[in-house]
Nanobody, 119 residues
């Protein structure tokens, strides 16, 4: 069975940093497009960043320069390094996998991890 398990969320002050992890099983991160999404209360789920099996990355404009997605294929784990966090970054963050970044083929989701940015 495919399973994606997020960790690393929590409470952080504005300007702080967090690193989220997504541990994958049942799939190989090296053979999939892996991504991070988030959903704030009352808002739609939105793409944050994605990384292809070849290592190419794509970011939403509102996180460019602050967030970095990476993949450790030996550990079958994807990371999201979040720096210079803002209150508007508060949301549930979800790990995602799919066959290709531009497709909806074999889409899988983790259960999410809460990130709260507040003083």
């Amino acid at each position: 069975q495919v399973r994606l398990v997020e960790s690393g969320g929590g409470l952080v002050q504005p300007g702080g940093s967090l690193r989220l992890s997504c541990a994958a099983s049942g799939i190989r991160t090296s053979m999939n497009c892996m991504g991070w999404f988030r959903q704030a209360p009352g808002k739609q789920r939105e793409l944050i960043a994605a990384i292809t099996s070849g290592g190419s990355t794509n970011y939403a404009e509102f996180v460019k320069g602050r967030f970095t997605i990476s993949s450790d294929n030996a550990k079958n784990t994807v990371y999201l390094q979040m720096n210079s966090l803002k209150p508007e970054d508060t949301a549930v963050y979800y790990c995602n996998s799919r066959t290709y970044c531009r497709s909806d083929q074999n889409v899988r989701w983790g259960q999410g991890t809460q990130v709260t940015v507040s003083s």
